[in-house]
């Protein structure tokens, strides 16, 4: 009787101990397959799994990992002060508790690159209220943060890019109402023209926010006409006007402009080719300083300057100047702007076959240049079209 009882003992324990084996590897095997990192500890803080996604967030084997403690292998630290999440380590051990990180954790790969990951870690309690070991589950929120980051600065480019012409509708407005009785009909009608002309520039900015959006590069040509380049340089002087009477800004060198000088250009894209630039010398100069234009023909093209003595831009930042939503760190806290102006202003500049590039030193000034081609080729504009 006791070797039956025995057998049957033995048995149950076997049947036991191989539904336990076969719900651990199921467990596993979601473990494996889930999509967000997975890791599990024992009591000890020696890892025991690591799942798929584990391995491809930190460049790591499996292998690499098991059986090692958490800080030998994982390399994580909190966003802000660099410091190891030991708070969060010594919470889910010591005080046995689901937690969460305060902040964003950074991950640092096997290769030195740098993850932005959002987490939870979890006790795994026994029956007997004793820890076995933790449950830990990384997410790699870059481009979420990356995504919020385009729709912050969206919005602030949207909003500052559409102040320029709205200013200058107030500008004229205000022009008018202090002077209307005074003011000759020849000048009104200017003014109205002007109102006009800003109005447009909002609904073209609109359109380029557009094209932006679509292609990442507002270089589309709307109506390429033969336009005065002096009457294009005048229309973004105008735009900038206020700007200028408020910080007494001298702008030097539009006389010397020849009236017969003419490109086949879209009027609209090129007064925010050079409204841009000026608007950025503008910003950026002291007040009472001065902002050189110049043109100047060679050979088969136009060499236009627009040089300020404002901030200048720093020699380690200066690859990044046309980025996307890109401002140089000594400007950005203290001037408004979105980044986007000479981003869309070299996609047009290039649209026309054209190129722009700068000159600057950090607390003397910037010169930007553009160079256009004075005939626009057939193919440029076909493409374009």
Known sequence: MVNLALEVSEASLKTLNTKILSEKQKMEAVLRDIGDAVFVTDSEKRIVLANTAMEKLFGLSEEEMVGKKIKEVIKLSYESSGKQPNDLIDAVFKKKKLVRPLETLIVRKKDGTRISVDGVASPIIDQNEKMVGTVWVLRDVTKQRELEKIREDFISMASHQMRTPLTGIKWFIELLRGEATKTSSKSIVKYINSIG????????????????????RGSDVRNP????????????????????AEKNIQLDGMDQ????????VDKIQMIQVFGNLLNNAGRYSPIGSKIDIRLEKKGENYLFSIKDRGLGIPESQKSRIFEKFFRADNVAENVPGSGLGLYLTKGIVEGYG???WFDSKEGTG??????????????WITKRR
């Open 257 to 264: 402009i020849p009236e017969k000088y003419e490109m086949g």
């Open 197 to 216: 002309e800003s109005n447009q520039r909002l609904i073209d900015l609109v359109d380029d926010l557009l094209v932006t959006n679509k292609n990442g």
């Open 366 to 379: 910037t010169t930007f240049f553009v160079k256009l081609p004075i005939k626009q080729k057939k193919e």
């Open 354 to 356: 054209g190129k722009i």
């Open 225 to 244: 006409e033969n336009y005065s380049i002096k009457k294009i340089c005048q229309g973004a002087v105008d735009l900038q006007s206020r700007l200028f």
